[in-house]
């Protein structure tokens, strides 16, 4: 998927250079601080996907929405600056990006399963665990996406743009790789083909919420299958 700059004449404000990277450190960072830790110390791959843990990432991510949304709307940030309006074949549309994400991640795993048989062997050995309820389970499926996808595209990727559109791709890609550490080599190799595609799509059409629909159906099918597991 080719990524093409796209002429915005209402792009969202520019944001220094400090305002960037303190956001970084209080969205992304909050998130990859503690993989690091944990990896530096030795500590397993994977998580547990309880009830609390999801509730818990829930909460810090409405917290810090809330906190940068002002901050960011008094700016004159908008929505509208960040993404094309929502029309309803936007969930059609994100049906078809979900499908292109698996589609990508399936044909990169047989790559590197070719390429480099013992990363691929390391990526199936990690476990993700649990059986979080079906409520838990609606609720990240809404709030989760949403909150990520504004990090990940709606500011950075927006904000990048204006340097180097593949400058903007590629840090919106490596921030979501890195918020998703705590799953090494699986997080690698799944997390990275969706990133090119939601980011190259995102690029291209300024559409944010096929995205977030395509974000939600990943999550919700993969924690489904986690709560309905024997």
């Known amino acids: ?107 990169t795993f047989v790559l590197v399963a070719a390429v480099a048989p013992r990363f691929a062997a390391a990526a199936r050995s990690v476990t993700i665990g649990g059986r979080p309820s079906i409520p838990v389970v609606l609720l990240v499926s809404l709030i989760n996406p949403v909150a990520e996808e504004f990090v990940y595209l709606g500011v950075i990727a927006a904000t990048l743009r204006r340097e180097d559109s593949l400058l903007a791709l590629s840090a919106s890609v490596l921030a979501r790789v890195l918020v998703h550490l705590y799953q090494g080599p699986l997080g690698i190799l799944s997390i990275t083909p969706a990133a090119i595609v939601f980011g190259a799509y995102y690029l291209r059409t300024r559409r944010l919420w096929p995205v977030v629909a395509a974000h939600s159906l990943m999550d919700a099918l993969g924690l489904v299958a986690l709560s309905l597991r024997a």
């Open 1 to 107: 998927m080719s990524v093409e700059r796209v002429t915005n004449d209402a792009a969202p404000p520019r944001m220094s250079a400090v305002q960037f990277w303190v956001f970084l450190t209080t969205t992304v960072g909050v998130f990859v601080i503690p993989s690091l830790i944990r990896l530096t110390r030795g500590g397993p791959l994977g998580a547990t996907m309880s009830d609390v843990r999801l509730l818990a990432m829930v909460a810090l991510e409405v917290l810090l929405a809330v906190v940068w949304a002002l901050r960011l709307a008094r700016q004159g940030w908008t929505i509208s600056a960040i993404t094309q309006p929502f029309l309803a074949r936007d969930l059609l549309r994100g049906v078809l990006l979900f499908v292109a994400a698996w589609v990508a991640y399936y044909w």
